[in-house]
C-alpha cells in the first residue's frame, strides 16, 4: 500500500493509503489515524464505515475523531464506502443510494454488481488483513459506521462477534429489509430473492442469533431519516427478545449530520477503547 497524503495531527498521523483491492477487484483509497502511542508498540484499532455519498475522508475530516483517538491511544481504520474507478458499475440514473458511494457492505451476487461491490468480504477480511500486517496494530478490533455504516458495522459484528470486541453505530439503518434504502440497495445487489436479504439486515440478525458484544447506537431524534429509513425500534425489539447487551439512546433535537456524530463520537470512542483494553 502507497501513501497519498500524510498529516500530523494531535501528536499522531494522519495518513491515507491507496491499494489494490482483491475482494473488490480495483484501486481503493482508505485513511488511517495512528496515535502517538503507535511510536511506541502496537496499539487496538476503531474500524469506521462511513455512510451514503461518503468517502474516507467525511469521517476524517468533520467527526473530530483524532484528538480522543491520540488520547486514549486508538487507531482508526477508515475505509471508502463501495469500489471506485472506471469499469465500476454505478446506477445509470446517478442515485446516490445506489452504485458508487453505496456499496451497503455486501457481496454482491447480482450483475453488473458482482464484479467489484464486495465490500462486506473486503472490510471483515482484506482490509484488517493488509493493515494489521503493515502498520503497529494489536490485532484488536471495534467496529461503528454512521447510516449505511452503522448498518455495515453492527452487520459484520452480529455475523463475526469473534472479530470486534464491541459495535456501535450513529442512526444506523437497523433493519434495512424492511425500508426504502435497503429494498433497493438489496434488490440490485443481492436479487429479488429475499431469503438473501436476512444475512445483512441487523435487527433480523440480532432476533435470530443474539449478541454476545456491547453495542451502543446513538440516534437523533430531528434525523429526517428517523421513521421511514433508520427504524432503531426494530432493533431494540430484536435486542429485548435475547437480552443482548444493547443501549441505544435518543438524541433530542439532533439530525442526520457529522455534527451529530461529531458530539458523541468522544462517547463512542471511550466506550471502544474501555472494551478493547480488556
Ligand atoms: N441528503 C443526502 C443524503 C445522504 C446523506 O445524508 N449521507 C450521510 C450518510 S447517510 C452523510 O454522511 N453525508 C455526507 C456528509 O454529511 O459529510 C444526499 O442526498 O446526498
Redesign the pocket.
Known amino acids: 500500500m502507497q501513501i497519498v497524503q500524510q498529516q500530523q495531527c494531535f501528536g499522531g498521523r494522519q495518513i491515507r493509503y491507496r491499494h489494490d483491492s482483491q475482494s473488490l477487484n480495483c484501486s481503493m483509497q482508505f485513511s488511517v489515524f495512528l496515535p502517538p502511542q503507535a511510536e511506541q508498540g502496537p496499539v487496538p484499532a476503531l474500524y469506521w464505515l462511513?455512510?451514503?455519498?461518503?468517502t474516507d475522508d467525511?469521517f476524517s475530516t468533520?467527526a473530530g475523531a483524532q484528538r480522543m483517538a491520540a488520547m486514549l491511544g486508538l487507531a482508526l481504520i477508515i475505509p471508502d464506502t463501495s469500489p471506485r474507478g472506471e469499469g465500476v458499475a454505478d446506477d445509470p440514473q446517478g442515485a446516490?443510494d445506489l452504485g458508487l458511494g453505496a456499496g451497503f457492505y455486501v457481496n454482491a451476487t447480482e450483475t453488473p454488481w458482482n464484479k467489484h461491490y464486495r465490500m462486506y468480504d473486503y472490510v471483515l477480511n482484506e482490509l484488517p488483513a493488509l493493515v494489521e500486517r503493515e502498520l503497529p496494530l494489536n490485532g484488536k478490533r471495534a467496529i461503528s459506521g454512521?447510516?449505511?455504516g452503522g448498518h455495515g458495522a453492527l452487520v459484520l459484528a452480529l455475523r463475526n462477534p469473534a472479530r470486534f470486541v464491541s459495535v456501535s453505530a450513529f442512526a444506523p439503518i437497523s433493519h434495512p429489509t424492511d425500508c426504502p434504502w435497503g429494498q433497493k440497495a438489496f434488490t440490485a445487489y443481492l436479487g429479488e430473492d429475499q431469503s438473501a436479504w436476512a444475512e445483512y439486515d441487523a435487527s433480523l440478525l440480532l432476533a435470530a442469533k443474539g449478541c454476545s458484544l456491547p453495542m451502543l447506537v446513538d440516534q437523533g431524534e430531528a434525523d429526517n431519516f428517523l421513521a421511514e429509513q433508520l427504524r432503531p425500534e426494530a432493533l431494540q425489539a430484536a435486542a429485548d427478545v435475547d437480552g443482548a447487551e444493547l443501549t441505544l439512546r435518543l438524541q433530542p433535537g439532533y439530525d442526520?449530520?457529522?455534527y451529530f456524530i461529531a458530539s458523541f463520537i468522544e462517547e463512542h470512542l471511550r466506550f471502544h477503547a474501555r472494551h478493547l483494553a480488556g
Not at 462511513?50 to 461518503?54: A, F, P
Open positions: 462511513s455512510g451514503l455519498t461518503c467525511n468533520k446516490y454512521h447510516s449505511m442526520h449530520s457529522y
